[in-house]
Nanobody, 121 residues
Framework: QVQLVESGGGLVQAGGSLRLSCAAS????????MAWYRQALGKQRELVAG???????NYLDSVKGRFTISRDNAKNTVYLQMNSLKPEDTGVYYC???????????????WGQGTQVTVSS
């Protein structure tokens, strides 16, 4: 099986920065898409940023120019660098990885446990 461990959340003042990490372990053949989602209290979970195996990226409009997603394939890890944080960025951040366990087996989605990000005004 695959385990995802997130880290890097916390409390920060508006304008500050945080870096989230999500490391996958287990019997992994390959990881295609890696992504970060967030869920604010009382709201639906939304896609914040994604990165493909070909390192194409996409971002939620409200975080463009402030957040950067990156990946380290050797470490099976995805990062989210968050700069110029705003109170509206507050929420629980989840990573999602699309993982193939063996070469000829279909891929499955795995989610991290979530990490709280709180931005104070």
């Amino acid at each position: 099986q695959v385990q995802l461990v997130e880290s890097g959340g916390g409390l920060v003042q508006a304008g500050g920065s945080l870096r989230l990490s999500c490391a996958a372990s287990g019997s992994i053949f390959s990881i295609s898409t890696m992504a970060w989602y967030r869920q604010a209290l009382g709201k639906q979970r939304e896609l914040v940023a994604g990165i493909t195996s070909g390192v194409s990226t996409n971002y939620l409009d409200s975080v463009k120019g402030r957040f950067t997603i990156s990946r380290d394939n050797a470490k099976n890890t995805v990062y989210l660098q968050m700069n110029s944080l705003k109170p509206e960025d507050t929420g629980v951040y989840y990573c999602k990885l699309v993982v193939r366990l063996r070469q000829w087996v279909g891929a499955s989605e795995y989610w991290g446990q979530g990490t709280q990000v709180t931005v104070s005004s």
